[in-house]
């Protein structure tokens, strides 16, 4: 089946430590999208990729980390700069990122509780 | 930047009634996406409906239509014969044309109860 997975579903993670959300997408899609989620908040955008070994800042990177090594693969780091990391994140993907509609595709999301 | 506001943090309905949810935003751009995506309690992302901002007609996926008001820079969700399924956190989104990014911008959502 063709879809994108998020793991682990739950984390645990202490202050100070750096920790690694993984998004894999077999869809074969050339964009992918990380977002976080907060009580009473919409989605806000972390960092989006558009093509392997490319990607831009979204609207809330400081304290987050990408890479974009390979197609299917863009996993997120959170770091201790991160001040209050304590949300739910989700990833996404769309066949590319141009002028005309792609759809986007949601993970199943990651919950990461900074103990 | 585009800004996209929903007014009503909670709505409920009762099951095979009909309800709408608001949304207005914010753009200076012509033309655009806009999208309702749903997100049960499993928190899995559900687009429900979509319109693109150059059609006058508006958009209708089974029970679920949308009142597109170019001009007053709205757009409700209706949701007909509501169904206990319905029941999720529904999220407006505003999407540019312009190339190179397929950015979504979400409004806050509106959690809504289905009443049986």
């Known amino acids: 089946d063709g879809g994108i997975t998020q793991s682990p579903k739950y984390l645990f993670r202490k202050e100070g430590q750096n920790v690694t959300l993984s998004c894999e997408q077999n869809?074969?899609?050339?964009?992918m999208y990380w977002y976080r989620q907060d009580p009473g908040q919409g989605l806000r955008l972390i960092y989006y990729s558009q093509i392997v070994n490319d990607f831009q800042k979204g609207d809330i990177a400081e304290g987050y980390s990408v890479s974009r090594e390979k197609k299917e693969s863009f996993p997120l780091t959170v770091t201790s700069a991160q001040k209050n990391p304590t949300a739910f994140y989700l990833c996404a993907s769309s066949m590319s990122a141009s002028s005309s509609y792609n759809e986007q595709f949601f993970g199943p999301g990651t919950r990461l509780t900074v103990l | 930047a585009q800004t996209v506001t929903q007014s009503q943090p909670e709505m409920s309905v009762q099951e095979a009634e009909t309800v709408t949810l608001s949304c207005t935003y914010d753009?200076?751009?012509?033309?655009?996406?806009l999208f309702w995506y749903k997100q049960p309690p499993s928190r899995q992302m559900i687009l429900v409906i979509r319109q693109e901002a150059y059609k006058q007609q508006n958009a209708t996926e089974n029970r679920f239509s949308v009142n597109f008001q170019k001009a007053a820079k709205s757009f409700s969700l209706k949701i007909s014969d509501s169904q206990l399924g319905d029941a999720a956190m529904y999220f407006c989104?505003?999407?540019?044309?312009?190339?190179?990014?397929?950015?979504?911008?979400f409004g806050k959502g509106t959690k809504l109860t289905v009443n049986p």
């Open positions: 989104a505003y999407r540019s044309m312009q190339g190179g990014s397929e950015k979504l911008v």
């Open positions: 753009t200076s751009e012509s033309d655009y996406y």
């Open positions: 869809l074969n899609h050339d964009a």
